[in-house]
């Protein structure tokens, strides 16, 4: 099993970015997926998650209207488009499957900062 982020770079305040995750070794299109972010002496918080088959979303109250989550399953990837970042969004970015106990990225850096 492989999830492999990409997209994360430095931005300054009020700009955009998109994060994709590309999938392999399992059935993408039957998993939940997800987005985290952690900060250094924090936990994992769960940003963003998209169900298999409804495509129903959910977000974290601090980025609800500013970031959108989607998923191809055709390409077995998900993506998240952030708008209007801040610097309170500066953290690693993790592609999640199946929850906390299911299966993680290595993670991409996300530094908005000017």
């Known amino acids: 099993v492989q999830l492999v982020e990409s997209g994360g770079d430095l931005v300054q305040p009020g700009g955009s970015l998109t994060l994709s995750c590309t999938v392999s070794g399992f059935t993408f299109s039957s998993a939940d997926m997800n987005w985290f972010r952690q900060v250094p002496g924090k936990g994992r918080e769960l940003v963003a998650g998209i169900r298999a088959f409804s495509g129903r979303t959910n977000y974290a109250a601090s980025v609800r209207g500013r970031f959108t989550i989607s998923r191809d399953d055709e390409k077995s990837m998900i993506f998240l488009q952030m708008n209007g970042l801040e610097p309170e969004d500066t953290a690693i970015y993790f592609c999640?499957?199946?929850?906390?106990?299911?299966?993680w990225g290595q993670g991409t850096q996300v530094t908005v900062s000017s």
């Open positions: 999640n499957a199946l929850g906390q106990y299911g299966y």
